[in-house]
DNA sequence: GAGTGGTCTAGACCACTGT
DNA sequence: CAGTGGTCTAGACCACTCC
């Protein structure tokens, strides 16, 4: 037989699941649950932890414990590499249009808050590995924050990085006052004269950094999807990598593989 | 300042972090750390909970609470779909010799355990809506689960759906006895003139359900990663889906997308 | 059997929310 | 202000591990 807190836990899932208790719906008191249940207080509450583990419920302090409704759900997909490639030779009207986010999502530009800032460090050993360049190489790192106009919480965390060598004969692409670029970095490293062939995803999943979870606002238990992207050129070199932190709970991630005829 | 689980939690993860608490050591006693910290015993479990959360520890019950190793870790890419088509026309000997999961791990066949059992069941409302058929339609329903010979928990539960009629040109394809097929789905589905043109993959991360946590061993606070696959034919028809169910603690995926070149 | 973490009690007081 | 969850105490007893 199980313990107590977990046969609480089944039977407030149990209610969920079968829709007696909606999303947004607030769950009785902590102490009311302890009167019906017959156990002390912390034992429901370990039992409100395993809901809210498994993404069930949400604690909201001074309010009560709610059924969890779901956020907006960001889609990314591979496609839109393709689409800013295909997008970074066009005139500039054409390019301030949309962008690759807007793309993907179905959104217009006006419902997203976009924010940028550029550091200037050195290559480390990781990104020397990646790039292929001496440790302490001037490397151009640009931060990015994407969210909802209407929500508080940015949808991507982006850490990008790029060899300042490759774009210094465009000294517009050094200065972050230009940002939001039309036509994104495929169109950035385009006025250099560089074109890419092939773009790298490497996902991974994992609990998030207390940082993390502060600046995603994410609930206890939520994991952050990982996506490192690495751009190479026509001539195989690694010319852009970016390290992408998504919230777990609302990021879904399309890709297609095209597959050579017979 | 912060609340005093929290805090002794910091001085954890600093211990951790800096190295002087190793992967593998174990941390003192629940009981020696509540004396250390003038705190009760159920503060230390609460200051050892956020650290369990941000995979930093594993506690054992009886033995004590210990620094985390990471398992090793399952790389999956999309270049396998094209290596397993290229594969799919070559004699069986050729066949035998390696599968897509060996190919993207670089293991041998006797390295992993692999188990299938097959099912028939009828599409429900969301098969239909995939497969393009009416509801009630006779499916092929086959659940695997793939794990390392020298490690107990699988790497990954994969549920698996195509179209009976489809496949019914070749009664081995109906048979569980037949598993594991040398060339894997791809062949199998050219067995019966089946060519496949493109594959996506949608990929989003979750808490697991308390089921999917005991069976891939995952400790409280895991994500797993869910990948829906599917399989369309030259008719851009879709042939072939599949649930799978990755741990997130131990999972890496790979995609490259290749760019058209100007 | 000694030592460990797991479950549980019956409270106290604090912090936050909404009226 | 009343009601809610958040933190914390100082124990008790149980279950598991290892010697």
Known sequence: MAVAYERI????????????????????????????????????RDALRLLRDEGLIEKQHGRGNFVRQSRTTVLRTNLRHQWEKDRAREPEPVRLR???????TGLEIDDLVFHASYRY????????????????????ERTYRTRYAVESAPFSLVTSYIVRGLIEGNPDLLDETNEPWPGGTQNQLFTVGIELSRIEEHVTARPPTPEEAEELELPPGTSVL?????????????????DVTLPGDRTEMLFTTPLERW
Chains 1, 2 share one sequence.
């Open 226 to 242: 990982v996506l490192r992207k690495t751009s190479f050129d026509t001539d195989d070199r690694a010319v852009e990598m970016s």
């Open 98 to 104: 949309t962008g690759a986010t807007e793309h993907d």
């Open 121 to 140: 460090i050195e290559s480390d050993e990781r990104l020397s590995g990646i790039f292929d360049v001496q440790e302490g190489t001037p490397l151009l």
């Open 9 to 44: 836990a089944d039977e407030l899932r149990q209610s969920i699941r079968a829709g007696e208790l909606r999303p947004g719906d607030r769950l009785p008191a902590e102490s009311k649950l302890a009167e019906k249940y017959k156990r002390s207080v912390p034992t429901i």
